[in-house]
């Protein structure tokens, strides 16, 4: 079940709603232990069973990692962490990559795995990655055991972040899983979060998606080089405006509810580096990686060798987090190379050089990285890159991407212009008067906009869906 259908909108979240706020308060998590099922069963079935299982192993490895460490047992606590992290990467590793591993092997002509045509559980990377981090908090300190299931099981199935996150830490949200406040402002402050993130998916991203998709289908004998970087910065916004609208469509519906989920974006293409763009680009997961991987591994605090090491395993595992393809590991490494040349030396350069270069630079890195992550088949990709940079004789341009540039000129100047805090810092610069009128205003032509289009359009799922 996608947030930008009509299912969704008028059906189960309205009745989902509805339920949540005529029971009792402390009925409340059953309603959303309940809807969040429906809503994961809706899409996936018989497959709801392994988020249950999930679940239920978590929950017990927490409640033993409490007791061993209450009874002074650190051994036997750091075991259950282990069994849990062992459980919880086995189930990630077997859905999402043993098909992948088996063709890989056979075509390096060792057929020694079966290809075993395994679906990929929608979700999966984000609730195996939010239940792992639970026990691990539990054994360092920084939350305590739940000791109620029904109040885990609605951490782990929430359904405003279940499907594409954000990555949300037991250590984050507990306490608003055992308690939390719900009032008319912020319910009407979520419904314009969720506005502003459905109108992202629905007006913006998937109309550059049809540019991008036309570009993508082109052989590369028939693209031009404008026309290349034409449809790969359509993909630079697409997936932009459909992930970072998915983390305020979640937001907005978890403040609806009484929770308050972290920022998961913030105006990554305003970056002036390419660090300063991963603080800013699906904030949750970096910060996963850093607190469970990176400062584990010694982070920063060590040999220059082993901090090599670090982040290089930390970009590795982030690549191959994405999907299972070795564009995805190429994109990870991709980075890696790029946050090791900055923090030897290039920051200090892009200091000196200036803010607009430093936001040029960044931007043409993040878009040939974008074009890496888009494209799966690695002869596609070559011939791809090939024609941006103008190899093999390509033309400048051609009367096709003419056409297309006056076609999504328009909403691709619209793109770049949303994807800057200038709208946000205008409205804010107003008085109080004028940000309650211009934002009924905006929240009622939103409203109307994105019911126009939900109605018209056609299934168009979430990129994130299938990571």
């Not at 109108?199 to 026309?227: F, I, T």
């Amino acid at each position: 079940m996608v947030f930008s259908t009509p299912l969704f909108l008028f059906c189960f979240l309205t009745g989902t709603l509805f339920i949540y706020y005529i029971v009792p308060r402390r009925a409340r998590n059953a309603v959303l232990l309940c809807t969040s099922l429906l809503f994961y069963y809706w899409g996936e079935q018989s497959y709801t069973v392994i988020m249950l299982l999930s679940t239920a192993i978590d929950y017990t490895h927490g409640l033993l990692v409490e007791r061993c460490k209450a009874n002074g047992n650190d051994r036997g606590a750091r075991m259950a962490v282990a069994s849990s992290v062992i459980f919880n990467l086995a189930l990630l590793l077997f859905f999402k990559y043993w098909d992948f591993l088996a063709r890989s092997l056979i075509d390096a002509g060792l057929p020694v795995l079966p290809v075993l045509g395994i679906h990929l559980p929608i979700g999966i990377s984000f609730y195996t990655f939010q239940t792992m981090s639970y026990t691990i908090d539990v054994y360092r300190g920084d939350a305590k055991a739940q000791k109620n299931i029904l109040n885990f099981g609605t951490f782990v199935t929430l359904f405003p972040q279940l499907i594409a996150g954000p990555i949300v830490k037991y250590k984050d949200l507990g306490g608003q899983i055992d308690a939390r406040s719900c009032s008319t402002g912020r319910f009407a402050s979520g419904v314009q979060i969720f506005l502003l993130g459905l109108s992202k998916k629905l007006l913006l991203a998937n109309n550059v998606a049809q540019l991008w998709d036309s570009y993508r289908a082109m052989p590369a004998s028939e693209l031009s080089v404008l026309g290349a970087w034409l449809g790969v910065l359509a993909y630079t916004f697409q997936i932009y405006f459909d992930f970072s609208g998915y983390s305020d469509m979640a937001m907005g519906l978890g403040r609806m509810l009484g929770f308050e989920f972290p920022l998961n974006f913030n105006f990554p293409y305003i970056a002036g580096s390419i660090t300063d763009f991963w603080r800013r680009w699906h904030i949750s997961l970096s910060s996963w990686f850093r607190d469970y991987l990176y400062i584990p591994l010694g982070g920063s605090r060590c040999s220059k060798v082993k901090w090599i090491r670090n982040l290089f395993l930390v970009w590795a595992a982030t690549g191959i987090w994405h999907g299972a393809s070795w564009n995805f590991l190429l994109w990870g490494l991709y980075f890696f190379a790029l946050l090791l040349l900055e923090k030897l030396f290039l920051l200090r350069c892009l200091e000196r050089a200036g803010a607009l270069i430093g936001h040029l630079y960044t931007m043409l890195l993040v878009v040939i990285g974008w074009a890496i992550f888009a494209i799966e088949d690695f002869s596609q990709l070559g011939r791809y890159l090939a024609v941006m940079f103008g190899f093999g004789g390509v033309p400048l341009y051609d009367a096709v991407c003419i056409y297309y540039l006056r076609s999504y000129g328009g909403v691709l100047l619209l793109c770049a212009l949303c994807s800057t805090p200038l709208l946000k810092r205008a409205y804010l610069a107003l008085g109080r008067k004028a940000q309650q009128v211009i934002g009924i205003a905006a929240v009622v032509c939103a409203m109307l906009l994105c019911t126009a289009y939900v109605v018209a359009s056609t299934y168009n799922p979430f990129l994130y869906f299938r990571f």
